[in-house]
Structure formats: structure tokens, C-alpha cells
């Protein structure tokens, strides 16, 4: 079983940034693909970004692409997104997930932290 904490959320004005963490336990975290999801308001969850196992290939959604970072550190079992430029647009509770192992199903889901993004 994987637990999933995130942490970093908060409330920033148009044009900052935030960098959100996800800390894993229960092992097997390099194993894993790691990724961040968002749901706003009235909206469904959506997909921001992912992060490989081993060569840390990254994908985004196109709307955070040039804006967020996804990245992992094996050692300390955490995977971050690093926000940039945030607008109206980015408020959402972000969550965090990990995959099966070896495998591409997201498995494990945190509890989600709050951005909210002043205009």
C-alpha cells in the first residue's frame, strides 16, 4: 500500500509561483510513475503532468506546458511541480498519484492540496 501527502498549496496572485511536494511511503516509489492531476470547481479531474521511473521522462497537459515542472527524487521518495506564471485558470486541488508498478494505471491517490490563484 503507497500513501500519498501532498503539501505546498496555498494562496498566491496572478504571476507567481508555488511548488507543490508529494511524499510516498510504503515503498517501491522508483518503481512507480509518478503524476499530478487537478480538479477546479464545477469541473472534472484532469491531467497536469507525469514523471518516469527510471529516466524521468516528463509529459504535460498544454495548458501548463513552458509553466510547471514536474521532478522526483528517488532518495527522499518525493516528486514536486514546480509552478510558474500561475493564472485564474491553474485554481484547483491538486493531487497527487502513483502508478502500479511497472505499469501505467494510477493506483494510489493523496488526499489533494489547495491553489488558489488571485487575480
Known amino acids: 500500500q503507497v500513501q500519498l501527502v501532498e503539501s505546498g498549496g496555498g494562496l498566491v496572485q496572478a504571476g507567481g509561483s508555488l511548488r507543490l511536494s508529494c511524499a510516498a511511503s510504503g515503498g517501491t516509489f522508483s518503481s512507480r510513475r509518478m503524476g499530478w492531476f487537478r480538479q477546479a470547481p464545477g469541473k472534472e479531474r484532469e491531467f497536469v503532468a507525469a514523471?518516469?521511473?527510471?529516466?524521468?521522462?516528463?509529459e504535460y497537459t498544454d495548458s501548463v506546458k513552458g509553466r510547471f515542472t514536474i521532478s522526483r527524487d528517488n532518495a527522499k521518495n518525493t516528486v514536486y511541480l514546480q509552478m510558474n506564471s500561475l493564472d485564474a485558470e491553474d485554481t484547483a486541488v491538486y493531487y497527487c498519484?502513483?502508478?502500479?508498478?511497472?505499469?501505467?494505471?494510477?493506483?494510489?491517490w493523496g488526499q489533494g492540496t489547495q491553489v488558489t490563484v488571485s487575480s
Open positions: 498519484a502513483a502508478s502500479a508498478i511497472a505499469g501505467y494505471r494510477w493506483d494510489y
Open positions: 514523471i518516469g521511473r527510471t529516466y524521468g521522462d516528463t
